[in-house]
């Protein structure tokens, strides 16, 4: 497995959660890592990513202000704190390696390795 996304769970309405994305690749410090959402019925959505050196990360407008992204090149592991939740948070998240590396796209085809996904519920 070459990343490992792990983290999930039900909380209630205004609590918090940290996703985190363990990446088993030798070129993990080369690469942005993205972490996705898909709830059911619904396309996959970018929610951040995070720049392979130390540019700005970039969130979707519905977590900004919310959930911070960040990555530790020394562990090899990218985290996702989730605070504020909200019902409509609730899906399957994903975390990814880009395939482009000088930027952080939000476009799930441009992201070419992916976990295997840790479900975040949050109940009103």
Not at 17 to 43: D, H, K, M
Not at 91 to 101: E, H, T
Request: glycine letters at 10%.
């Amino acid at each position: 497995v070459q990343l490992q996304a792990s983290g999930g769970g039900t909380v209630h309405a205004g609590g918090s959660l940290r996703l985190s994305c363990a990446v088993s690749l030798r070129t993990f410090n080369s690469y942005p890592i993205g972490w996705f959402r898909q709830a059911p019925g619904t396309e996959r959505e970018f929610v951040a990513a995070v720049p392979r050196g130390s540019g700005r990360p970039s969130y979707a407008d519905s977590v900004k202000g919310r959930f911070t992204i960040s990555r530790d090149n020394a562990k090899n592991m990218v985290s996702l704190q989730m605070n504020s939740l909200k019902p409509e948070d609730t899906a399957v998240y994903y975390c990814a390696r880009s395939r482009i590396q000088h930027t952080t796209p939000t476009a799930p085809g441009l992201y070419d390795l992916w976990g295997q996904g840790t479900l975040v519920t949050v109940s009103s």
